[in-house]
């Protein structure tokens, strides 16, 4: 299609409904993140019609793709509210959840495995800076905020910052914070990549999602400040419960 | 669960099937991103059971769920394949998509839509920067690279800039290239977040996934230099074929 110009908000009613309505989802969704709604309730659909010019079935439309992706509960005769604030994750330093989420709930860590592993499995050694054969340390967390799963964390260990974690308070703390008194100095950096992946029926059941939702799946190869590679993370974060932000630049300057 | 020690590998062979598939899933999913399987083949059933320590169950339920996320295909007497290459797109720097795939193919947009707008739609103009009531452009593109689409782009300009962009090259550069073309300066910053959400019917249909696929969706909210806000984006991007990338540094003098 080339480019079209049109006069008034024609161009508004000629697009398909469901467009408008994932971009008022989008909308609302940055308005809930954002915690607009204070006391936790959108506005009745009329109003929201209103507010965006847009007809009651586009209206349902976005609301139905908000409660798909477990934002929003509707329930006759209350109204739409919000399930729960999402929470931002920074994208600018590295930092543990507990860290990062300070003041925004108790992060509790259920440890579903702690364990010395002769060999670390290759489906996480698979990265080159770890030597494959070496042991090492393996621990599964399934963390939560304020009693609500958030994430389930996975981590595989060097041996000997390993084993000074498994003797540290993993139910209550940060992995991070483990092993940099273990290590007597602050980590240095940490590649990470971001997916977006549907949710395991495993995963979905301990997370309390629906199998099928949609979850982040962060992968996080942590180095000593020599470099040394001493953490490898998957991680699979409820993406109803938290966004990931930061702030880009243009230029190197512009920092 | 309190924490374990169990000698050898058993710890290994507790864990239900579930949740080594998962892990299975994730370290084939980082090979196939990092370029591993250079002849776009994975290794048979057999060798990858092997190579995992994991019964062929396992190997099946991890292909499934690299299957359900459309990385890879298998059919009888052919193998297993992956689908497409997975392209990284650095979170470290605020860049357009066709600057960031520099030399990884060709980048194309179909432009659906691309006009002036007496007012921003509140969907996109909930930004409190952007003033409400105030005229702008909508331009919304389906975005290919070397044909295969890759993401749905909506951007809301601020009036001025966004109708030099207008008389631009939509089909062919980054709406980037085209503001700092008008503006005559680069850009500032950009402001964004990172969700994951299923893919909607119609999202679905014009980036070729499946309905219900895990996409990630990006807001950003990019500045000129002096800090005006002239671009409101919202991106949805088939998590398939892209991963987000970043290197986050422990200390503000790390980096």
């Not at 670390?120 to 770890?130: K, M, S, T």
């Not at 390993?162 to 602050?186: S, Y």
């Not at 997370?207 to 992968?219: F, K, N, R, S, Y």
Request: with cysteine.
């Amino acid at each position: 299609m080339s480019r079209v110009d049109v006069a008034g908000m024609d161009h508004h009613l000629e697009r398909p409904r469901a467009e408008w309505a994932r971009q008022m989802a989008d909308a609302l969704r940055r308005q809930i993140t954002d915690g607009h709604f204070t006391d936790g309730m959108l506005p009745d659909e009329r109003v929201l019609g209103r507010r965006f010019g847009a007809t009651r079935d586009t209206v349902r439309d976005a609301l139905a793709l908000l409660r798909g992706e477990g934002l929003i509960t509707r329930r006759r005769g209350v109204g739409t509210s919000v399930v729960l604030p999402k929470h931002g994750h920074g994208l600018d330093r590295l930092t543990g959840l507990a860290e990062e989420l300070t003041g925004c709930g108790t992060v509790t860590n259920e440890v579903r495995a702690a364990a010395e592993v002769p060999v670390l499995p290759d489906a996480i050694a698979a990265r080159p800076e770890v030597p494959a054969g070496a042991g090492g340390v393996y621990v599964e967390r399934l963390r939560r905020l304020d009693g609500l799963p958030l994430s389930l964390d996975t981590s595989c260990l060097t041996a000997d910052t390993g084993r000074a974690v498994l003797a540290g308070d993993l139910a209550g703390r940060d992995v991070f914070a483990l092993i940099e008194e273990a290590a007597g100095e602050r980590l240095g950096r940490a590649e990470v990549a971001v997916h977006a992946v549907t949710a395991a029926p495993g995963t979905a059941e301990l997370l309390h999602i629906q199998p099928g939702a949609a979850v982040l799946a962060l992968e996080r190869l942590t180095r000593l400040a020599d470099g040394r590679p001493v953490d490898v993370e998957a991680i699979r974060v409820r993406a109803d419960r938290m966004t990931l932000r930061t702030t880009l630049y243009r230029t190197e300057g512009g920092r």
